[in-house]
């Protein structure tokens, strides 16, 4: 096969700095109980590696709950963020908190609690279940309104004059666009905040380009991974070609290369650089 090695892909700043806290705080306090409070960034072979360094995994997907799981020790807030309510039951419980929230998600929970304070109600474009939207909500409950999809903005009932939009840093620039100009065209008084975060950005609009020259797009990374299904939504929708989301090589079907000439690769942003290497090096045995 002839392989379009995509760039830039993997590693961001935000989960290179995770990684680096959660090890240091490892190597700070040998013999201690350490948790994650949920998968530090969204990949298997990270959590994996991080818990063979002592770091325990707390699988819980509601981050008040799985602080009733950690009695004692160090709780290590993850890349996508928490709520202030969540800080706060970790400080009464007397826990030592390392938060490895991004400073991307940071500026966005700045902005929200701005907002809110400022009287606004806050409109913010962001997938269910993921705990960055958890996080970002719980600065102001109640002035946060969770959008996912556009029935979701058409079921808004805001009566607020001062209305903002916002968004998880990890959607698609595509998709986020339609939704922020859906809002506005409801509410045009509405002003508009995009936060998906430049690594997000670089990496779809440098997959969906180099697909063009492709006839396929492997995309390397996990099923939790946002940012990474969201490379694969791109390629198909902007790009029209195939794409598939694997975590390693072993997860490529030979029956989606056949035909095809040309592969590209890319990975999400908390992808292991070997990983994508292993891909690319079966790709090119072919
Ligand atoms: Fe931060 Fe963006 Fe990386 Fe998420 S994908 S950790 S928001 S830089």
Redesign the pocket.
């Known amino acids: 096969m002839d392989v379009l090695k995509i760039t830039p892909r993997g590693y ?4 290179v700095e ?1 990684i680096r806290a959660a090890k240091q705080t490892a190597k700070a306090h040998p013999g201690e109980k350490i948790r994650m409070l949920g998968y530090l ?1 969204h990949n298997t072979h990270v959590t994996d590696e991080l818990q063979q360094n002592g770091i325990d995994l707390v699988d819980s997907d509601n981050r008040l709950e799985g602080l009733d799981q950690i009695e004692s020790g160090t709780v290590i807030f993850t ?2 963020g928490v709520s202030p309510a969540v800080k706060d039951k970790a400080a009464a419980r007397g826990l030592n908190l390392v938060d490895a929230t ?4 940071v500026v966005t929970h700045d902005l929200v609690k701005d907002l809110a304070e400022r009287g606004y109600d806050v409109v913010y474009v962001g997938r269910r279940g993921h705990p960055e939207p958890e996080g970002v909500i719980g600065e102001a409950p109640g002035k946060v309104h969770l959008v996912q999809d556009p029935e979701d903005v058409d079921a808004l009932d805001i009566k607020n004059e001062k209305i903002a939009v916002t968004c998880q ?2 959607l698609s620039i595509w998709d986020t666009a339609a939704m922020i100009k859906r809002v506005r065209e409801k509410y045009p008084q509405t002003e508009a905040y995009n936060e998906i ?4 950005q670089d990496r779809q609009e440098a997959a969906v380009e180099a697909a063009k020259e492709c006839d396929i797009v492997i995309v390397v990374g996990s099923e939790r991974s946002s ?1 990474s299904k969201r490379l694969v939504q791109v390629v198909r929708e902007l790009a029209h070609k195939p794409a598939y989301l694997v975590d390693t090589a072993k997860d490529i079907k030979l029956e989606w290369l056949q035909g095809k000439q040309r592969v590209g690769v890319t990975s999400g ?2 992808t292991p650089t070997q990983l994508t290497r292993q891909v690319i090096e079966y790709l090119e045995a072919l």
């Not at 975060?197 to 997000?200: F, K, L, M, N, S």
């Open positions: 961001c700043h935000g989960v995770a960034v890349a996508h991004c400073s991307d998600v840093t990890t975060c430049r690594a997000t940012n942003a908390s």
